[in-house]
């Protein structure tokens, strides 16, 4: 079934290039949900074990896949903001075929980079995520999408290309047999060497992460994009950086992760305060939520790379559910040009006319905030609590985020929501049909997990316990 979970969004993806365009959005709506409903069912089996069989035999490269634990939980997020997504697009894009089959393919991607058990297989289907996400800015993007584009991919190639050379130094330096994530832990790297290869992991990770300084290409990304992609590019760039160090990064790479920990964890605090900074001072929603996402990842970077059980845990818990409340509050920003022709946030009076939207968005603002009861407070609070018992000062630091965050957010929420409605400005519908789907869902998830945080807690936990054990960690 892991198999089926992987391609059959490819598979809804190459059908809708052959769909008449009248079923299009169903078929899409379709095999999104099909894909959640696999992944539910898999969930409800205790995850699907480890399946290795050889794919390229001379290169030592295995299709190796294995849903479980943190892998699991952010394939199914990955599946339920897709089909958030495909039902968003359906509605807001005319013909809208091929950006559904994008997002489809995108998922394929994800969700083949998340069961990934060999460093050649998650390499290929790390590629294989980006070639949608270039698309869907070089088609469906703003004016200046072609700066975005090539500023994306220069810094994108550079990463992939330290990345690749790590990767082959992680066997060739091992002795490893395969490619496989368990081969390559019984062969370690050992020495400067080891230093070196995680570095150059680090580089591409932390591109995708992002961590200052290496963020330039994010705001302009999300700036030009279509709000359609967003929650799946989120997926792609967000999750795919955490995921990665923690998967991969923190077993291959044990004495260096040891070594580096305490500049890495001043890196990410550093990038939580200032991607928080910089977010106050934007009057445009969608670079404002892209800098708010930065800081976001700052504070997920310092749980990482404390090497700390409740911090980890926070880490990869706030990497999940960030993505559904963030990238619900880019499909709300897009409605709202839908609607006014503007992402500015100074148009003020919003909620007058358009009550519904006003108050869902209000409350995935607080979801992103980590006000207490909403999913964001429990991956912030574990985060910083774990942080703090292996570097007080640098959880200070990143906690002032939390407190800019509180800033930046209702300051430009005021602005764009409360005040008076100018005279002559356009009058602004409210919610109507799936809008309150697209909206809806994601903040019931986050209100479910922010209440009831379990079900998401046992699956993150054991996995965290297991590679911080193997590293001595606290």
């Not at 599946?79 to 005319?94: K, N």
């Not at 980079?113 to 390499?123: I, S």
């Not at 990869?316 to 006014?340: C, E, H, S």
């Not at 999913?375 to 630091?397: K, M, N, R």
């Amino acid at each position: 079934m892991i198999h089926l979970m992987i391609f059959l969004p490819l598979l809804g993806a190459l059908l809708l290039l052959v769909t008449p365009r009248t079923w299009r959005e169903e078929v899409a709506g379709f095999f999104a949900a099909l894909t959640l409903g696999l992944g539910l069912w898999l969930w409800r089996d205790g995850g699907a074990a480890l399946y290795s069989a050889p794919w390229v035999p001379a290169l030592g490269a295995t299709y190796s896949v294995e849903l479980a634990g943190p892998s699991l939980a952010l394939a199914l997020i990955t599946a339920l903001m897709t089909l958030v997504a495909v039902i968003y697009a359906a509605r807001r894009i005319e013909n809208p075929g091929t950006m559904l089959a994008l997002v489809l393919a995108m998922e394929s991607a994800l969700l083949g980079l998340f069961a990934a058990r060999d460093l050649v297989l998650f390499y290929v289907f790390f590629e294989a995520a980006l070639l949608p996400s270039l698309l869907m800015l070089a088609i469906y993007g703003g004016p200046e999408r072609m700066r975005a584009l090539v500023k994306f991919a220069a810094y994108t190639l550079l990463g992939s290309l330290l990345m690749l050379l790590s990767i082959i130094g992680v066997r060739y330096y091992g002795g490893s047999p395969t490619f496989a994530l368990a081969d390559l832990v019984r062969f370690p790297v050992e020495g400067a060497a080891q230093t070196w290869l995680y570095l150059g992991f680090l580089a591409a990770m932390a591109v995708k992460l992002p961590l200052w300084p290496l963020h330039a290409w994010l705001p302009d990304f999300h700036e030009q994009n279509h709000a359609s992609g967003i929650p799946d590019l989120m997926g792609t760039l967000y999750k795919v950086g955490g995921y990665g160090l923690f998967a991969f990064a923190l077993p291959l790479f044990p004495d260096a992760s040891l070594e580096l920990r305490p500049v890495l964890m001043a890196l990410a605090a550093f990038t939580a305060l200032y991607g928080a900074w910089i977010a106050f001072r934007q009057t445009n929603w969608k670079r404002l939520l892209a800098y708010a996402g930065l800081s976001h990842m700052g504070i997920v970077g310092l749980g990482i790379f404390s090497l700390n059980e409740t911090a980890t845990v926070g880490a990869l818990y706030l990497l999940a559910f960030q993505n559904v409340y963030t990238g619900a509050l880019f499909l709300g920003v897009g409605m709202l040009q839908d609607r006014i022709g503007s992402v500015d946030t100074r148009v003020g009076g919003v909620m007058t006319q358009a009550g519904a939207l006003s108050g869902l968005t209000m409350a995935l603002w607080f979801a992103s905030i980590a006000v207490p009861g909403l999913a964001g407070f429990i991956g912030e609070f574990s985060v910083l609590l774990g942080a703090y018992q292996v570097a007080p000062w640098l959880a200070f630091i990143a906690g002032l985020s939390t407190i800019a965050a509180a800033a930046y957010a209702l300051t430009a929420f005021q602005t764009t929501f409360w005040q008076g409605r100018p005279l002559g400005s356009v009058r602004v519908a409210d919610l109507r049909q799936t809008e309150w789907l697209v909206l809806g869902i994601p903040l019931a998830v986050a209100i479910l997990f922010g209440v009831y945080s379990a079900p998401a807690l046992n699956l993150i936990q054991p996995a965290v316990r297991g590679v911080l054990s193997a590293l001595g960690g606290q």
